[in-house]
């Protein structure tokens, strides 16, 4: 393949392959970010889940922005790390395995941030109440349960998506505790790996704050080991301990802003 120009302008159309979360303008609406896609939104309505396979696609293309502001514009995307999480899901230790539905949490790994499709991937630092967040996460998930797979099969589909869902937020179940644990060492082996490659030239030590957020005993273990091997890795040079807060170089408004982000409120976290 060639590789020509980077956005294909040369050849008459923009990269197919770039696709950038809209920016709506007043109240966020699902219906403002649809008309944003071109040249149509999927049919909604239909008797086919493929409206639904298509809107799938935009986990594809859309990065997890977290990274890219440190300059990594080419690196996962929202479909990567679910992927990555419903692997990791698998091998879990025998002792929490027994009293876990593990299909189901392969599962909610696969569903957790489907809403993202459509909402995108706020992170922390983006000012997004998490009250609004939510909010904008179910209008989307009420959209793909219901306008694209409500007629689908009789909308079993979608309806499982969409308790499956809802569990994962209200964080109420050791299948949902799992799962958001599995999120964090995710992310956490992703830090790792990209510190390695930038050969320590990229401190991303402020996202190892998700470490003091595990909360199952079997699952600190793992952070507490991706940490020892982070630390090893960087050895004497001085790097960000985003797990020690504000004590670990972590600036005061970047803490409170996780705090914000990862605290419990009614049994839900994000």
């Not at 199952?216 to 001085?238: C, H, Y």
Request: charged share 25%; aromatic share 8%; glycine share 8%.
């Amino acid at each position: 393949m060639s590789s020509g120009t980077s956005n294909g302008e040369s050849k008459g159309f923009v990269d197919p392959g770039i696709v950038e979360t809209p920016q709506v303008s007043g109240p966020w609406a699902v219906d403002k970010v649809l008309a944003t896609i071109t040249p149509a939104p999927p049919a909604e309505g239909t008797e086919s889940p493929i409206p639904y396979f298509h809107i799938l696609e935009r986990l594809k293309t859309s990065k997890r922005e977290g990274w890219r502001r440190f300059n990594i514009e080419r690196g996962e995307s929202i479909s990567d790390h679910m992927y990555r999480m419903s692997l990791m899901s698998m091998v879990c230790p025998p002792t929490l395995a027994s009293k876990l539905d593990l299909f189901k949490c392969m599962k909610m790994c696969l569903i957790h941030d489907m809403a993202e499709s459509i909402v995108g991937d706020i992170t922390p630092v983006d000012g997004v109440s998490k009250p609004e967040k939510s909010r904008r996460e179910a209008e989307t998930m009420d959209y793909i349960s219901k306008n694209l797979l409500g007629k689908v099969y009789g909308g079993l589909a979608g309806e499982e998506i969409r308790a499956i869902w809802q569990e994962y937020e209200d964080s109420k179940t050791l299948e949902s505790h799992y799962v958001h644990d599995i999120d964090k060492i995710e992310l956490l082996t992703q830090m790792v790996e990209y510190e390695k490659r930038a050969n320590k030239g990229l401190d991303l030590g402020e996202f190892a704050y998700v470490a003091s957020k595990v909360t199952l005993p079997e699952t600190k273990q793992w952070a507490e080991e991706i940490l020892k091997e982070r630390d090893q890795f960087w050895g004497s040079q001085n790097h960000v301990h985003g797990e020690a807060g504000v004590e670990g170089g972590v600036q005061a408004n970047k803490l409170e802003q996780q705090q914000a982000y990862y605290n419990r409120e009614n049994g839900a976290e994000s």
